[in-house]
Nanobody, 123 residues
Framework: QVRLVESGGGLVQAGGSLRLCCAA?????????MGWFRQAPGKERDFVVG????????YYADSVKGRFTISRDIGKNWIYLQMNSLKPEDTAVYYC????????????????WGQGTQVTFSS
């Protein structure tokens, strides 16, 4: 497993942007597929975006395509989520997750999770 720590959440307004960061510890980080999930109050944890172990392939939920961008810096053990054109429905706790091997959109498939970072839409 890897240890994950998210940062970068906060209060945003319509059309605003945020950049979330996830710092990972573990010598085999480069072998893990990574994902961002989010969970709004009273709802299930939903897949947002994933990236495979070498950063060559990315996968986005339809709700964020064209607005969010995931990237990873294997050398620094960081992954990033650039979120643009934010909407009220983007309000949630965002979680970074890791799994050995290929990517997945299923939360149950990930075995390492961060503590989450809150993104709140402000009108």
């Amino acid at each position: 497993q890897v240890r994950l720590v998210e940062s970068g959440g906060g209060l945003v307004q319509a059309g605003g942007s945020l950049r979330l960061c996830c710092a990972a510890s573990g010598r085999t980080f480069g072998r893990y597929a990574m994902g961002w999930f989010r969970q709004a109050p009273g709802k299930e944890r939903d897949f947002v975006v994933g990236i495979d172990w070498n950063g060559g392939n990315t996968y986005y939920a339809d709700s964020v395509k064209g607005r969010f961008t995931i990237s990873r810096d294997i050398g620094k053990n960081w992954i990033y989520l650039q979120m643009n054109s934010l909407k009220p429905e983007d309000t949630a706790v965002y979680y970074c997750a890791a799994r050995m091997g290929g990517w997945s959109t299923e939360a149950w498939a990930f075995d390492s999770w961060g503590q989450g970072t809150q993104v709140t839409f402000s009108s």
